[in-house]
């Protein structure tokens, strides 16, 4: 059995390896609290008059996460909030509003 921590970095891996089979440019942020864990550029193409062509880059964030069997094994179940510890008081948990626009999901299955 792997541990969380490893069974992570497989998934994003996993999904890093996709983006770019897939031809985007994969972008690695620097920090780990930034809420996301991949980003690429997506190139908009938008046309005003029907002759002014304009284009417009804008960054999409990635939050990876690993699905899981349901219990049932009907379906593939991922968590699509974080847990963070605390030194004091109960354990906080959030979700990635404003941090992510979308969840990237990879199954061992």
């Known amino acids: 059995m792997k541990d969380t921590s490893q069974q992570g970095l497989i998934s ?3 999904i890093l390896s996709r983006l770019v089979q897939l ?6 942020p ?6 996301y864990d ?3 550029y997506v190139v908009e193409e938008h046309h005003s008059f029907g002759f002014f062509v ?3 880059a804008r960054l ?3 939050q990876c996460k690993t699905a899981r069997l349901s219990k049932d094994g009907t379906c593939l179940e991922f968590n699509t909030s974080t847990v963070s510890p605390r030194k004091n008081g109960p354990n906080r948990k959030s979700g990635y509003k404003g941090k992510a626009e979308y969840f990237a999901v990879y199954s061992p299955h």
């Open 54 to 56: 304009h284009q417009e």
């Open 30 to 35: 620097w920090a780990d609290h930034l809420g």
């Open 60 to 62: 999409v964030r990635v």
């Open 38 to 40: 991949l980003a690429y």
């Open 23 to 28: 031809g985007y440019e994969v972008l690695l």
């Open 12 to 14: 994003h891996t996993a």
